[in-house]
């Protein structure tokens, strides 16, 4: 099936190779934001213009699209209007990766090579398993949240809506991770994490909570 991909940034290009590795969909286009993309190629594929052409798109009975925005809010709200406009969202899985047969696969879903989506995990719409991440059995990662590469989360744990999990870090067995979580690169998570705090270190702490630092919160 003909596919047009919404991002020709650097996750573009990853989803981009996936596909390809994947074989399963045909990429024949990008849509992006930025004016000054529009007419060059990215790894052989046209950026065709902006979002504003997928009206004329499904005209010419293009019927699918993958949100290739690394940007979590970005990702998500691209893809409610991908959604709205009637086309079908579909996955990019590296042959690479391996998912569970047991495993729960929502829409606009990507996993990248090297990937373990274990048995009887659930990744809702818009998830990104990174390069070499584990998502360890009966996780549930919510939508549009964003698992880095190296990233390793153990049994049970879930994952907020637009949560970011950031490269390296280790997340024990069964915590919970609130929505737009971020955690720190190489954090080693031992406790749950409320909605909308960032945490680093190891183990990982709380820096800032509703978009104040403590130190703030503290004056």
Same mark, same amino acid.
């Given at each position: 099936?003909?596919?047009?991909?919404?991002?020709?940034?650097?996750?573009?290009?990853?989803?981009l190779?996936?596909?390809?590795?994947?074989?399963?969909?045909?990429?024949?286009?990008?849509?992006?934001?930025?004016?000054?993309?529009?007419?060059?190629?990215?790894? /052989?594929?046209? +950026?065709?213009?902006?979002?504003?052409?997928?009206?004329?798109?499904? !005209?010419?009975?293009?019927?699918? $699209? #993958? %949100?290739?925005?690394?940007?979590?809010?970005s990702?998500?709200?691209?893809?409610?209007k991908v959604?709205?406009?009637?086309?079908?969202?579909?996955?990019a899985i590296?042959?690479?990766?391996?998912?569970?047969?047991?495993?729960?696969? /929502?829409?606009? +879903?990507?996993?990248a090579?090297?990937a373990?989506?274990?048995?009887? !995990?659930?990744?809702?719409?818009? $998830? #990104? %398993?990174?390069?070499?991440?584990?998502v360890?059995?009966?996780?549930?990662?919510?939508?549009?949240?964003?698992?880095?590469p190296?990233?390793?989360?153990?049994?049970?744990?879930?994952?907020?809506?637009?949560?970011?999990?950031?490269? /390296?870090?280790?997340?024990?067995?069964?915590?919970?991770i609130?929505?737009?979580?971020i955690?720190?690169?190489?954090?080693? $998570?031992?406790?749950?994490?409320?909605?909308?705090?960032?945490?680093?270190?190891?183990?990982?702490?709380?820096?800032?909570h509703?978009?104040?630092?403590?130190?703030?919160?503290?004056?």
């Amino acid at each position: 099936m003909d596919l047009i991909l919404i991002g020709a940034g650097g996750h573009g290009r990853v989803v981009l190779d996936i596909l390809r590795a994947a074989g399963i969909h045909k990429p024949v286009g990008f849509l992006d934001a930025d004016p000054q993309l529009a007419g060059k190629s990215i790894g /052989g594929i046209p +950026v065709l213009g902006g979002v504003n052409l997928l009206p004329k798109l499904k !005209a010419q009975k293009i019927k699918a $699209v #993958i %949100v290739s925005i690394g940007d979590n809010h970005s990702r998500h709200s691209y893809a409610k209007k991908v959604l709205d406009q009637g086309f079908d969202l579909l996955n990019a899985i590296h042959p690479a990766s391996h998912v569970s047969p047991t495993a729960r696969i /929502g829409r606009n +879903v990507v996993v990248a090579p090297g990937a373990v989506v274990g048995t009887d !995990a659930s990744l809702a719409d818009s $998830v #990104i %398993v990174n390069t070499s991440a584990v998502v360890d059995h009966e996780c549930e990662i919510g939508f549009a949240a964003h698992i880095c590469p190296a990233a390793a989360l153990a049994g049970r744990v879930q994952v907020g809506s637009k949560a970011f999990i950031g490269i /390296g870090c280790n997340i024990i067995q069964c915590l919970k991770i609130g929505d737009n979580a971020i955690i720190g690169a190489g954090a080693v $998570v031992l406790h749950d994490v409320p909605d909308s705090a960032t945490v680093v270190g190891v183990p990982a702490r709380i820096i800032k909570h509703q978009n104040h630092t403590l130190q703030e919160a503290a004056t």
